[in-house]
């Protein structure tokens, strides 16, 4: 039987704009600051907007579940009210494990 490992697990947060609210070049820089932080501390993997939908994806590596919501929370999108956020534990089916036991 596969056993997930603690690699091959990320962390996905999907941002949605809230009904009403606009964005302000302040609030766009600080959210980018945010990111900028997290690549620096190397939990970031992948971040951009949808170019279909009023909102965008996060997704976070080497980090737990709880810090993963504390990083969400802490997006001054999130805090400003601004947007809301989902949070998914995205389990990678690679080569390196096999494609989770069944490849």
Known sequence: MYETREEDIRYVILLTVNAGKQMSEALIRAHVEHLKQLDDQGKLELCGPFADYRGGM??????????????????????????????????????????????
């Open 58 to 103: 996060v997704i976070l590596k080497g980090v737990t579940y709880d810090e993963a919501k504390a990083i969400a929370e802490a997006d001054p999108y999130v805090s400003s009210g601004t947007e809301s956020y989902e949070l998914r534990t995205w389990e990678l089916s690679t080569a390196s494990n096999g494609h989770m036991g069944m490849g």
